[in-house]
């Protein structure tokens, strides 16, 4: 069993990759940074999803897109596009079951970035459009929506008690996910559905629902 996941090499890329290991699965991580886990079935390619080729991976049962930037200015290039690009080397894959990308709350409610917002949206859009071509061979294809999670690109709120005061309180849990959590969210979307498809499920501890009713 063969799966790839994009983005492995921190937070929930790296969840994700550390939870379908421990499962049975032979994973293939892509990352511009080198490999943080350790395991005998694991193996990384470090590259960028612009411009890693084809023939460094196998033909996976399960594709799973983690990898994305911050940076506002390379939103659109890497998140969208180096998405894209890198999926549809696969969408052809008579192997291939399930896709599932991590997107953001943001691509459904435009609260950050602009060009990072647009590209989690696009991601959300796409993931339809492919889930349309690959039912016809009964391939499944979700994505994933967080709001607030705890990992390093995080940092800088996540150590700043005043900041993460503040974000944990815009949430109806007070708090933020793991990425753990996500990852067993993708865990159960890739290998346990049977029925969902064309989805994006939001986890965001409640932060999108918020709201005071003022009468």
């Not at 990384?44 to 080729?53: E, F, L, N, P, S």
């Not at 990898?67 to 549809?88: K, P, Q, S």
């Not at 459904?108 to 647009?118: K, L, Q, T, W």
Request: a negative charge; glycine letters at 8%.
């Amino acid at each position: 069993m063969a799966a790839i996941v994009t983005g492995s090499s921190t937070g929930i890329g790296k969840a994700t990759a550390e939870l379908f290991l421990k499962n049975g699965y032979d994973v293939w991580g892509v990352d511009i940074l080198p490999s943080s886990v350790e395991d005998v079935r694991y193996h990384h390619v470090m590259g960028d999803i612009r411009t890693v080729a084809h023939d460094a991976l196998p033909e996976p049962e399960i594709l799973i897109n983690c990898a994305g930037t911050l940076d506002d200015d390379e939103a659109i290039d890497v998140n969208l596009r180096g998405t894209i690009r890198f999926t549809e080397m696969f969408r052809e894959s008579a192997s291939l079951r399930s896709v599932l990308f991590i997107a953001s709350a943001s691509g459904r409610n435009g609260s950050e970035f602009p060009n990072y917002s647009a590209s989690k949206g696009g991601i959300i859009a796409y993931m339809k459009n492919l889930a349309l071509y690959l039912s016809k061979r009964g391939a499944l294809c979700n994505s994933i929506s967080p709001g607030g999670v705890i990992t390093p690109a995080n940092s800088h709120i996540l150590e700043s008690p005043e900041l993460y005061a503040a974000v944990r309180n815009e949430t109806l849990l007070g708090k933020w996910a793991q990425p753990d959590e996500i990852a067993e969210l993708a865990w159960y979307l890739c290998t346990v559905n049977r029925s969902i498809t064309g989805e994006d499920i939001l986890i965001d501890n409640g932060e999108m629902l918020k709201s005071n009713f003022i009468w």
